[in-house]
């Protein structure tokens, strides 16, 4: 496809400077990045440039009514240098349906698609090759107009920026289920990925961590009885041989690794019920047994074990468990995203 995007390259590159064993997740970028800008009611000339920090007037709409909504992706090398994205048609759609609920315009598909194949070739020497390695992508929509009335802007500006990374957590997380605060409700924004879903969780999951849990496990804002999300990551739940995760509704987002887990839970004979679950059936079920793994899956966090959970002063410690279905479905996915086994399903794009 002939390229639309005007080009400027970096003459130099910052990569020697970066430790790939020790990246802390989110603080290095690379090269370059992509931006298009939206006026006129369209979407201008797409630009890559060196990566540099940008201006905003600060009367910009995102600074006073958060009209601003991201994506997480990944991509992947394998061991002959080809390079890979999963799925990037659902966070493609998935960005757009953000960019709809919050009154933002919807991105063209060929700009997104030609945006991160010409990134991904000029800074591909950013993906190192091997499970466990990573190139995250981060694109995401703010709203650019100068103008404080409270009204949706006529002007954005999409981006793609692009850090190098390992797994979002190291080990396994301790969380704590939600009793007071609520990260979403219905009819809200909660299945969007809008930046203003996770500043709200930063006070509850600060008060979470000082108790010493990584993550909240968010409840349903009307009776904090059904599990949902973490809010980094969809949540499954094993009790006995069976999965369990949320249905997604307009209170959880609709996560590319929970709806591909579901996928291989089918593909590997697990049984996994997409349903309501709720805070009295998992503690019935940590305090008789049966209650084997709880573990959280996103494209950043990958699939995170839960080694502990506290819901109203009662700490639950999960059992340590040999062949886990967290690390089974794991295993199964960074194959079929590195190039290291079939691709059934056709969820490998190659860049
Ligand atoms: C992702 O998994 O890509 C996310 O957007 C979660 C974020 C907290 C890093």
Redesign the pocket.
């Known amino acids: 496809m002939a390229t639309t995007i005007n080009i400027t390259k970096r003459t130099d590159t910052k990569i020697n400077n970066v430790d790939f064993n020790n990246l802390i997740?989110?603080t290095v970028f690379t090269d370059h990045m992509f931006y298009c800008d939206y006026k006129d009611g369209q979407w201008q000339q797409p630009q890559i440039t060196p990566y540099q920090a940008m201006s905003f007037d600060p009367a910009a709409r995102v600074f006073h009514y958060g009209q601003a909504v991201?994506?997480?992706?990944k991509a992947y090398k394998d061991e002959e240098g080809k390079i890979f994205l999963f799925r990037p048609d659902q966070n493609f759609k998935r960005i757009n349906k953000s960019s709809a609920r919050l009154a933002m315009p919807e991105f063209p598909e060929d700009f997104f698609f030609e945006g991160l194949t010409e990134l991904l070739k000029l800074d591909s020497a950013w993906i190192k090759p091997g499970v466990g390695n990573s190139l995250?992508l981060r694109p995401f929509v703010i709203a650019t107009e100068p103008a404080i009335s409270a009204s949706p802007a006529k002007e954005y500006r999409f981006m793609i920026i692009l850090s190098p990374a390992k797994a979002?957590y190291a080990g396994k997380v301790r969380v704590l289920f939600a009793e007071k605060f609520s990260r979403a409700a219905n009819g809200g924004v909660g299945f969007a990925?809008a930046a203003g879903n996770?500043a709200a969780q930063f006070y509850p999951t600060s008060l979470a961590q000082k108790k010493g849990y990584q993550q909240v496990i968010w409840t349903d804002a009307n009776s904090h009885e059904n599990l949902e999300e973490a809010?980094?990551?969809n949540v499954f739940f094993r009790i006995n041989d069976t999965l369990i995760t949320a249905p997604t509704s307009d209170r959880i987002l609709d996560g590319v690794t929970r709806k591909s887990l579901i996928q291989l839970c089918d593909d590997l004979n697990i049984n996994c019920e997409v349903r309501n679950i709720t805070v009295s059936e998992i503690k019935t079920a940590a305090k008789n047994g049966s209650l084997k793994e709880i573990f959280g899956a996103?494209?950043?966090?990958v699939i995170s074990p839960v080694e502990a959970f506290e819901h109203a002063e009662e700490l639950f410690e999960l059992p340590e468990i040999e062949n886990s279905y967290g690390s089974l479905l794991k295993d199964s996915m960074l194959k079929i995203q590195h190039n290291l086994a079939e691709d059934k399903h056709g969820w490998r794009y190659e860049v």
């Open positions: 997740f989110g991201f994506e997480g992706m995250y979002y990925k996770y809010g980094t990551m996103g494209t950043a966090a």
